[in-house]
């Protein structure tokens, strides 16, 4: 899930847990208000419409969480899974065909929820015609390469093969391969349910993706309106524990600053994000307001491979030693985020503190790396990042360093919204460095790998903005999928990780924290270490 918040991190263990101020992303306010009330938050905007398979990153994902109810969920403080969504079991003797069964649920309309609400939307998600940003995530199951096809051209298929209906409450998924880690990626939106009504016809998605029919524990009230936001009501026949809160008002901001001030003049109940310029002062401003925990967030510069400039691995090997990770914290962030020396993070099994020998301070061998390549230092380097979410001072401060350590000067690039900066990204728009986040989808490592950077998840089927791509790193990922147990597994996957780290399609920067601040109206606010506030758990102070 691409992150376009500013998130910061501490060492923590391989679950998500500790942290400091608020603690373990709990209000610790002995204060919980009753049920019922309103209270707002603040997001981002939207890269595009709220239909789960097509929403990729954390503003939309805000909502469509809070929208729909997968076949798993996540418990809010560790991350694990938690069978209170939609399946009843999920069951296989092979990791390879799964058998899934479902308890009586509806969508909002009533309309029950049902195998045929899962097949279908799985299959329109996959099938490339409809340019969906979370297709690459039925990419192991049967079937999947036939409903593929060049842009222009019509795929040999329509429907997954792999999906095979039972009943009206049992369904079969068959994967290409073994995939012991499958039921834990099943909370993820990509596989949220869709009812009969979406697929009427194309003005009905549309209706859909301003005013999703969702299963989740809120229901939609308005539309989404692009700039303004949307309002969001508690759903009364919730089968799982019912949200407390009567209604939340979803405010979509273009900068993090302001919605901040907002928060401190109480016109805006909570923000997720703390502008790099109030990190020192928000914790004793806010005292047991004042929310933080680790995140499952990473922040990255991209290159993009396809530019000539930045084809040589030495070139990327160089800049990403002329930066000083540890500096910057310092100087920039009053040292609450945690350098990344690694692709894997912190939260999860598998991750390394010193797997990117390239990620180290070398100034001197940076410079004499780049002087092996044919890099034309006398052309400034565009520095990108997306406007309004406090990434102008780091990213400039990447600039220093480059012109400081290899002679080259830099122009930020940093003028686009984030929901017009992801589709820049995914059409080959970049001219030089990009800043990007990733929250997970799921607690595993694979998640860190295989959609950032895999072959298979190249736009627009997936997230691999670098375009990069690698057979042996496809390899090493496909052999963890089907690894005999957890700990093969995490050893394949790190061996992906060092394939990556020596070609260098990134700059690993920061592992995240999650920071956040509430008004006095509202109790009991999680944010969760998929980055969410945890919407249904709020209360308000009557």
């Not at 060492?11 to 049920?35: F, I, K, M, P, R």
């Not at 993090?256 to 401003?285: H, K, M, W």
């Not at 290159?303 to 100087?331: C, H, L, N």
Request: net charge negative; glycine share 10%; charged share 25%.
């Amino acid at each position: 899930m691409r992150v376009s918040a500013s998130l910061l991190a501490l060492a923590l263990a391989a679950t998500a847990c500790g942290g400091g101020g608020g603690g373990e992303g709990e209000d610790v306010s002995s204060d919980e208000g009753q049920s019922g009330g309103t209270f707002s938050m603040y997001i981002g905007e939207p890269e595009n419409p709220l239909i789960p398979s097509n929403t990729s990153e954390t503003e939309g994902g805000q909502v469509v969480d809070a929208l729909f109810t997968g076949l798993v969920t996540y418990d809010a403080d560790s991350s694990e899974q938690q069978m209170d969504g939609v399946a009843e079991s999920i069951e296989s003797e092979d990791s390879k065909t799964w058998t899934i069964k479902l308890k009586d649920w509806t969508f909002h309309d009533g309309t029950p929820v049902t195998s045929d609400s899962f097949l279908q939307a799985w299959n329109f998600a996959a099938l490339s015609t409809n340019a969906q940003g979370n297709s690459y995530f039925f990419g192991n199951v049967e079937g999947y390469d036939d409903l593929q096809a060049e842009e222009g051209k019509e795929p040999a298929g329509t429907e997954l093969s792999g999906l095979n209906k039972v009943d009206d409450k049992t369904f079969e998924v068959t994967l290409k391969e073994p995939f012991r880690q499958y039921p834990i990626t099943l909370g993820y939106s990509a596989f949220y349910p869709l009812p009969e009504s979406f697929f009427a016809d194309k003005a009905a998605q549309d209706a859909f993706g301003k005013k999703p029919n969702g299963n989740g524990p809120f229901k939609a009230d308005t539309e989404l309106v692009p700039g303004q936001g949307i309002t969001l009501s508690r759903f009364e026949d919730y089968p799982e524990d019912k949200a407390k809160a009567d209604s939340v008002e979803i405010k979509i901001y273009t900068e993090v600053n302001t919605a901040y001030t907002d928060v401190q003049g109480g016109q805006l109940d909570i923000v997720d994000t703390i502008p790099p310029d109030a990190i020192s002062t928000a914790p004793d401003e806010f005292g047991d307001r004042y929310i933080e925990r680790p995140s499952s967030s990473f922040q990255y510069m991209g290159f993009p491979t396809y530019d000539p400039r930045f084809a040589d691995p030495k070139v990327r090997q160089a800049f990403s030693m002329a930066v000083d990770r540890k500096g910057i914290t310092e100087a920039i962030f009053n040292g609450t985020r945690q350098p990344a020396y690694s692709a894997i993070s912190p939260v999860v099994d598998g991750h390394r503190e010193d797997a990117c020998k390239y990620c180290e301070y070398k100034p001197d061998e940076a410079k004499a790396l780049l002087e092996q390549t044919d890099f034309d230092t006398s052309k400034p380097v565009d520095l990108w990042f997306n406007a309004g979410a406090g990434h102008d001072e780091w990213v400039q401060a990447v600039g220093n360093n480059l012109r400081d350590n290899l002679g080259v000067t830099y122009k930020l690039q940093g003028g686009l919204q984030f929901a017009e900066y992801l589709p820049k990204a995914d059409d080959k728009g970049f001219t030089g460095p990009f800043r990007l986040g990733w929250a997970m989808d799921y607690p595993s490592p694979q998640n860190y790998l295989e959609p950032l950077y895999s072959t298979g998840a190249l736009p627009p089927n997936g997230s691999n903005t670098a375009f990069y791509s690698n057979p042996e790193f496809d390899k090493l990922v496909k052999e963890g999928n089907t690894a005999e147990d957890n700990d093969e597994a995490v050893t394949k996957y790190q061996e992906a990780e060092d394939v990556l780290l020596e070609d260098m399609p990134i700059m690993p920067m920061f592992f995240g924290l999650v920071q956040g601040v509430h008004s006095d109206k509202v109790s009991n606010v999680k944010i969760n270490a998929f980055t969410r506030v945890v919407l249904e758990d709020v209360t308000v102070n009557q």
